[in-house]
Each structure stands twice: as C-alpha cells, then as structure tokens.
C-alpha cells in the first residue's frame, strides 16, 4: 500500500510523462511550472531524465548534486535542490542517472526509493512536477508511484494513440500491486496546428476517450523551442508570443483544479 500522505500534506504531485520521445514533456514541465511560479505558487521541479532537459532549460550549470545523489547517494533532499526562479526550485539531473538504474534494482521497495527521498518535502510546496524520461524503466516506476495524478502531454501524430495504450496499462498494474489511486488528470495536446487535417483527427480520437480530462491545446510555437536554447521560459523569452498564451491557459486551468 502507498503511503505518501503526511499528516498536513498539501504538495499536488504531478508526472509529467508519455513513454514516446518528444511529446513536449519538458517543455510543459519547465514552462508550467514558471507559469504556476509567476502566479506566487510554490514550485519545485524534479527531473527524473538523464538527459537532464529540464535544468538545462532553466540555465542549471554544474550542480553540485543531482537527483543521482539523492537516490543512490548520501546526498539529502535540500541538498539537491536548487533554485532556478522566484518561488521556482528544481532537483536537476544528468547522464550519472543512467547507472543509477542497475544501483536501484537491487534495493530493497525499489518502485518505492524516490517517495521515500522527496518525503518531507510535501509542507514546502504547492506544486510537485516530475519530468520523465520517454521509457518504460524503472526510474518511471517510481515516479509514477510517488505521483497522484498524470499529465500527458500527446503531440498530434497518429502514432501517439499506441503509446498511450500502454502507459494506461501500466497504471492499472500499478494501481493494483501498489494500490495506488493514480489517474490521468490532464491530457495536454502538443504541436497543434488547427489548419492541419491530422490535429483535427487525431484530436477527435482522444476525445472520444479523454473528453474529461482535455486540456487547452498547445499550438506549435517556434518561440517555445527557441525558448529552450535561450534557457528561458517562454514567459521570459517572449511573454506575448501564442506560446506563453497556451502556457497560460493551461497554468489558469491547472491552479483551477486545485
Ligand atoms: N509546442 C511546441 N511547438 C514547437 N516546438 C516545441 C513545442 N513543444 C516542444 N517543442 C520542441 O520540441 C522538442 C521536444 O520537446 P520536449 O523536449 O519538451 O519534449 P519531451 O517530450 O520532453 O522529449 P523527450 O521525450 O526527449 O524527453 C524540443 O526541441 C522542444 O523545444
Ligand atoms: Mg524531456
């Protein structure tokens, strides 16, 4: 049974994750979470990727530890996180995560290791965000034990539709050894573009399953990926941009939700 309720928790846990490669994952992650940032709630990222996207996005040169540290090493919590923003924090990753894979396997509730590490953290935040890595490995186990809730950002190819099948499988699977109570809560659409066909069909196949939980779309926006190579978000690299607009939206949308 999972247990990461504390006595006065009040962190919304949130992965980021679509087990396909370059779906906006990151994007979403560091641009939400600064658009959560900018509206005065408390935010930490943690990236979960050894690619380490999301540091490198926010301009995290060099850490001294990483998100390795704390799982695999003797680092503690506060020590691995950093402050990238106002009200904006992150425990960055890097390439050291690969091997912590192999280290991971072999301990003890090993679904269970970044729960227990980001334990405490829950009073110190209003917003959790775990960026992901697109694979099926244990790394995402864990996230997805530590998260309540799933956004999945799903960019409007049609191969999009297969990935998500599985991801779903894995969160009943989960649910029942872990008996955890882990839901989709958002489907965020990526690299929309209203004046192509395929948006439109593709759009049509998950409403038919995710009307629900149906985000605004994010359009595809140039200025959003030069953002990135700029290190900075898009409310920094261009505040009036379509981009910062979707950002915006889907920020409004989600402190709506609670
Ligand atoms: N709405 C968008 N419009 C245009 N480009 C975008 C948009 N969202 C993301 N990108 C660009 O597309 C690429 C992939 O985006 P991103 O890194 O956020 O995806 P990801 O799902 O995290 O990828 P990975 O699976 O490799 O972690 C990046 O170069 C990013 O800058
Ligand atoms: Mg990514």
Redesign the pocket.
């Given at each position: 049974m999972i247990d990461n309720t504390e006595s006065q928790h009040n962190s919304r846990r949130i992965c980021?994750i679509?087990y396909?490669?370059?779906?906006?994952?990151?994007?979403?992650?560091?641009n939400l979470g600064h658009g959560l940032a900018l509206a005065g709630k408390r935010v930490l990222i943690v990236d979960t990727?050894p690619?380490g996207?999301s540091g490198y996005?926010l301009g995290i040169r060099n850490p001294k530890y990483s998100l390795y540290d704390l799982l695999v090493g003797n680092a503690t919590s506060p020590e691995c996180i950093v402050n990238a923003r106002q009200n904006l924090d992150i425990i960055p990753s890097n390439e050291r995560l690969f091997p912590a894979e192999m280290a991971l396997s072999k301990m003890k509730n090993r679904e269970m290791i970044l729960s227990q590490k980001l334990r405490g953290l829950q009073n110190q935040y209003d917003y959790i965000i775990v960026?992901?890595?697109?694979s099926i490995n244990l790394l995402n186990q864990n996230s997805l034990t530590y998260a309540q809730e799933i956004f999945l950002?799903v960019?409007m190819e049609y191969l999009s539709l297969v990935g998500i099948k599985q991801l779903l499988n894995n969160i009943k699977i989960i649910n029942k050894i872990f008996r955890h109570n882990l839901k989709v809560s958002k489907l965020i659409p990526?690299?929309?573009d209203k004046r192509n066909s395929k948006s439109k069909v593709v759009m049509d196949s998950l409403n038919r399953v995710f009307s629900q939980v149906m985000a605004n779309p994010?359009?595809?926006?140039?200025?959003?990926?030069?953002?990135?190579?700029y290190r900075q978000t898009i409310f920094e690299y261009n505040p009036k941009s379509s981009?910062a607009e979707?950002y915006q939206i889907l920020t409004n949308e989600v402190i709506a939700d609670g």
């Open positions: 980021v679509n396909k490669g370059g779906t906006g994952k990151t994007c979403t992650v560091v990727d690619q996207s996005h960026d992901c890595a697109p950002p960019s990526t690299f929309f994010i359009r595809s926006s140039v200025a959003i990926s030069e953002a990135a190579g981009g979707d």
